[in-house]
């Protein structure tokens, strides 16, 4: 029996999820509801979402209300008779009366290993702990953040080299097979609903441009998760003589045998062209963006930037 799905979803992290219910034979995606289009770029141009244009050439209805609730909505979502809403990154808290609406009720895909980071980023929030690993959570929604009975995870490993972008992309992929082979076996009672343990739960809040300022008292290793984790979105900055400088990229060192402050930059480290002093080690930045250029590599960043050597950044 082919079973009906609704699927909602926004961003690219819930594009594999879709393709993979468009692709299974024994699922189809009667409809799409996502965010509405939204202004981005420099020219400020209407944007679709990465789920709405997938939607679109798979010739599938999609359907942008700015808040998923109200009679008009509740009876367009029923008008698709579903079986079963399938969420992933939509974007808004969804009420019970729109999770209770299908047969099977509403899934969710989640970018952790719940009850760990419950909540709005995190992928963000692992990489800022130090995780070793994370992965994807298919789970039964309810009422709550992130609270649901779970049916089935996938572990991820964390790579020291890892950003938040590329975390991203390799949760997002695992989720695709996963989400489907998981419906599949709910379906057929082969995979039983497990309830979370609310006491280990953690919490991921969402991210704003604020959190990426660097607390240069922190320890480099911290500081290096955060420039990791906030990769690319929203970024981690600083300020070099007024100017906001941005750091993209760089490695943690240990020791600090200049004895710099911390927020004290020396270009005559051994270990690094470019070292910044920390709360406890050095951090090499290697790829930056003072305000007003374009990102570039350490060594042409000091090109272009001379008598660096020991100033302090805010």
Known sequence: MTR???????????????QALIDAPDFKVVG??????????????????????????????????EKLRGTEVMAKLRSWY?????????????????????EFGSINVHASLLPRWRGAAPIQ????????????????????????????????????????????????AVGGPLLVNTLRGFLSHDILPLQQEDGLSTYAPRINKEDGKINWADSAIAIDRRVRAFNPWPGTFTTLNGQTLKLHLGVPLSGNPHQL????????????????????????????????????GVLDFLNGVPDMDGVILE
Do not use: C, W
């Open 125 to 172: 929030a692992a990489i800022l702990a130090g995780d070793a690993v994370t992965g994807i959570t298919i789970m039964q929604m309810d009422a709550g953040l992130d609270t649901g009975p779970m049916l089935s995870q996938a572990q991820v490993e964390i790579l020291p080299y890892d950003t938040g972008e590329t975390l991203h992309n390799k949760l997002a």
């Open 32 to 65: 799409v509801v996502t965010q509405p289009d939204r202004p981005a770029g420099r020219g400020k141009l209407l944007q679709q979402s990465p789920v709405k244009q997938l939607a679109l050439q798979h010739g599938i209805e999609v359907f942008q209300p």
């Open 261 to 296: 402050k911390a927020g004290q930059i020396s270009i005559h480290d051994s270990d690094a062209p470019l070292v910044i002093g920390t709360g406890e080690g050095r951090y090499a930045p290697s790829r930056l963006q003072l305000e007003g250029r374009k990102a570039m």
């Open 82 to 102: 579903p079986h079963l809403h399938v969420v992933a990154a939509y974007g808004q808290i969804l009420k019970q009366a729109v999770l209770d609406l299908p």
């Open 4 to 18: 009906r799905v609704v699927f909602m979803g926004t961003p690219e992290f819930a594009v594999p999820s879709l």
